[in-house]
């Protein structure tokens, strides 16, 4: 089977599997129940046995196109949150395993082993070295929240390198969008905390579309220095945003992604529209959690509404 007929499967696959996600009527319905158990019992009979999560979606992916290397780098934000996890559990004498995210790349019945023995050489190439590093500054400075920025900016510059070295141009702005979004976060806290320039330097991971420098600079001046760095680098949107909340900023990015998404969906070959689907389906369990958790709490129907991220379908 050639490359090219792999991918048209799939793609038929996926097509298919697009029907098994709800709609705006339907999360209208939830959001419009009454309680969290109506909401949990309409969910129950719209999705039935249909599952779209994120790991049932990776594994039809992987059925379909298991050589397609650029689906992978989809994972990288899993694969260094479980690096973070085991890091931190191995560390401190602690099991990992209740923390650990999936779908991953990596081998997790193995992965605090290799940690543990420091074997850094048999994770894959994108991560290896970054463990390593991660352990050192976790044993020398005891500092959790140094290693856990160093190590989510090393994953952003990962997506970007392995991105720009095998991927399609839809990954690569996946990747770009992605790291702008979490440099901006990034800088902003760090404003609001009034970090240090060399804590910055390790948080921030920098891209084509913001200089880490400039964002740096901007972000040591406080939050009204970077967001009006954010303007003139032409992120109003996302400045504005900030000013109001996060939230609504975090909304803002997740609704980028998926617009990007969207541009894959009428592709017949390709990788692309499986990793537009991946990503509906991520997006689709954070609008489900987003009403479960709001229904737990009481919180009214236009609060979810704001909160409700774009839809896919």
Avoid at 56 to 73: F, G, H, L, Q, S
Avoid at 172 to 190: G, N, P, Q, S
Avoid at 282 to 306: P, W, Y
């Amino acid at each position: 089977m050639s490359e090219t007929t792999k991918y048209a499967s799939a793609v038929a696959a996926v097509k298919a599997m697009e029907n098994t996600l709800l709609n705006r009527s339907d999360m209208e319905q939830l959001i419009n129940a009454a309680s969290k158990a109506e909401t949990d019992a309409l969910l129950s009979s719209k999705k039935g046995t249909s599952e779209t999560n994120a790991e049932t979606v990776w594994n039809m992916i992987r059925d379909y196109a298991p050589d397609c290397r650029e689906t992978e780098i989809l994972l990288y934000k899993n694969d260094f949150h479980n690096l973070k996890a085991s890091l931190k559990a191995s560390v401190a004498g602690r099991t990992a395993e209740k923390y650990y995210i999936r779908p991953t790349n990596l081998d997790l019945d193995k992965l605090s082993g290799i940690l543990g023995s420091k074997n850094y050489e048999l994770l894959p190439e994108y991560i290896g070295n970054v463990a390593a590093e991660a352990y050192d500054i976790l044993v020398k400075t005891s500092d959790g929240q140094l290693a856990d920025s160093f190590i989510d900016a090393a994953a952003l510059s990962a997506m970007q390198k392995s991105a720009k070295s095998f991927g399609g141009e839809f990954i690569r702005k996946y990747a770009e969008l992605t790291t702008v979004c979490a440099d901006i976060k990034t800088a902003f806290r760090c404003g609001k905390m009034n970090k240090q320039k060399t804590f910055l330097e390790t948080a921030v991971c920098g891209s084509e579309s913001i200089d880490k420098e400039s964002l740096i600079n901007a972000a040591l001046g406080g939050t009204e220095s970077l967001l009006g760095f954010l303007e003139t680098a032409g992120f109003g949107e996302a400045a504005k945003l900030l000013g109001v909340s996060g939230a609504q900023f975090e909304k803002w990015c997740d609704d980028i992604i998926m617009e990007l998404a969207e541009t894959a969906r009428m592709r017949s070959f390709g990788p692309e529209p499986l990793e537009a689907y991946f990503i509906a389906a991520e997006a689709e369990q954070k609008n489900l959690r987003i009403i479960s958790v709001c229904k737990e709490f009481g919180a009214d129907r236009e609060t979810i509404t704001e909160r409700m991220r774009k839809l896919y379908v």
